[in-house]
Each structure stands twice: as C-alpha cells, then as structure tokens.
C-alpha cells in the first residue's frame, strides 16, 4: 500500500506538520504586530513587521531577570534530578532490594497527583520548615529547584529504568572482577552506555521546568521569578499587552530548540534503548 501510495503517507504527514505548526506561526504573528492591527482583519501572509515587541521584551531588566532565573532553575533542576534518577535506577536495577518494585511505584504516584494538590504543602515547607533564622528557600532559585524534584524526579526514574535494566549486569561482574569499584562501575562502563537515555531525561526535565507555571506563579515573588510567571504582569484591568505577550511567549520557545537541537542524535535511542531484550 506504501509502495503503490507514496502521496497519501506525504499529504497525511503535511497536514499533522500544518496543524501541530500554524500555531507557532501564528503565534509570531501576532509578536510582529502593533496592538492596534491586532484587532483589524487578520493576515495569514506577513507583509510588514513590527519589531517593537521584541525590543521591548529584551530591553526590560525585570524579564531578563526572568530569564535568566529560568535558565538556572531549568538547568539546575534537570541536572540534580538526572543525577539523582540515575543513581537511585542503578540501585533498583542492581540491589537485591526489599520491595523495590513498590518504591518505583510509590515514586511514579507522585508524578500522577496533580500539582495543586502539594501547593499547601510546599508553601509550608518554603516558608516554615526550611526557614533558618531570616534565611527561607522561599522566593529562591534553591528552592524552585527542589520544588521541581517533586514531580520531574519520579519522572526521570521512570524513565531511566529501562535504560539501566538494558544494560547486562555481566559488564559489572566483569569490571568488579577486574578490581573496579562501585564508583568506577558506575561513571566508566553504565555511565557511557546510559547517555542516550540520559540525555532524553535531561532534555524533558528541563522542558517541564522551563515551561512550568503554577508553582512558579505561587511560591515566587521576585527574587526567584520565572520567564513564564512574567506572562501574567501584562494582563491588567487596562488592557492585555498582547503583542508583547507574543513576543515572551517565542523568546521562551528559542532556547528549548537550541536544546533539542544538542541532543537530537540521543533522543530516539533513548526512547528505544532497553525496550527489547534479547
């Protein structure tokens, strides 16, 4: 059917790449436009652009400010929960433990709750429990970064079992017998094998960071105040700032395809790796 219809797979392909894009370009769009020619009749085909938008986005300190929190709280979050997933799916994968297996799924239950539901407790965590003399990792950039563990963590272990349960457990006993230790067992041979699937994990943990909202917009005030909780201070009781909202909204696009494009190659090995044992 493939063979004798080539042209129905590519028009299939053509109209699921013009529905999942005209969004974006639409979304540009609207960044190229002054407020007024928002509201007249809309032109699918740009004739002229407006470039004021995007001027005033990067000229305006308080959202580079919010840019760059984004960037560190993404970063750092997805490099502490896929160093912590890695370790903790080695020591599922490996150890003999007692009821590992209904750990890995209290872990995933974590990951189904809805973000709502742990917005008390957090806030309570933040601002009391953590709180050492005036210091709290309230409003911190610490702090968001052990918000996020909460959810991507679970996600990042249930991700990278498969990966870890792929790779034979021959090559430890071979590099133990060898005189390796645990340490050398993990950073030189599961290490090196697991960075497909390591790198799947960190691209998605940081996306989920990256565009995260609720939490960010309730336990953030300034100091730690993220690129997409910036959103929100231009929707006012005077108007809604679309072009510029547009303008936020395809900046926060550019650095997760910067990102994307890095790992690409590692992706789809990733997904794949430890899928199918021999």
């Known amino acids: 059917m493939k063979r004798q219809k080539p042209w129905l797979s590519v028009l299939f392909w053509t109209l699921i790449s ?5 969004p974006i370009y ?4 609207i960044s190229v436009k002054p407020t007024v020619d928002l509201f007249s009749t809309p032109e699918v085909i740009l004739k002229s652009f407006y470039w004021q938008n995007y001027v005033d986005v990067l000229t305006d ?15 750092g979050n997805a490099f502490l929960v896929t160093t912590l997933g890695f370790l903790a799916c080695y020591a ?11 750990i890995f ?8 709750a809805p973000p709502a539901v742990f917005l008390l407790p957090l806030f309570l965590l933040l601002t009391q429990v953590y709180r050492i003399g005036d210091f709290s990792l309230a409003d911190t950039r610490i702090g968001m970064i052990l918000v996020y563990c909460t959810f991507n963590l679970p996600f990042a272990i249930w991700t990278l079992r498969p990966t870890i349960d792929g790779i034979p457990k021959e090559l430890d006993e071979a590099a133990f017998i060898d005189g390796a230790s645990p340490w050398k067992i993990i950073t030189e041979v599961i290490f090196p094998l697991a960075r497909p699937g390591l790198a799947v994990t960190l691209i998605l943990t ?34 809604t700032a679309w072009g510029v909202m547009a303008a936020i909204s395809v900046i926060t696009l550019i650095p997760a395809l910067i990102v994307f494009s890095m ?11 430890g899928a199918v044992k021999g």
């Open 105 to 112: 799924f209290w872990t995933i239950t974590n990951r189904m």
């Open 26 to 29: 639409w979304l540009f769009v």
């Open 18 to 22: 013009f529905v999942t894009l005209f």
């Open 61 to 75: 300190s308080t959202l580079r400010r919010y840019m760059m929190n984004s960037l560190i709280i993404s970063t």
């Open 263 to 273: 790992v690409q190659r590692h992706i789809v090995a990733g997904l794949t790796f």
């Open 206 to 239: 940081w996306v989920f960071a990256w565009n995260e909202y609720l939490l960010a917009a309730t336990l953030t005030n300034f100091n730690a105040r993220t690129l997409t909780t910036g959103l929100s201070e231009y929707v006012t009781t005077t108007g």
């Open 92 to 102: 599922l994968s490996r150890f003999d433990l007692p009821g590992k297996e209904s």
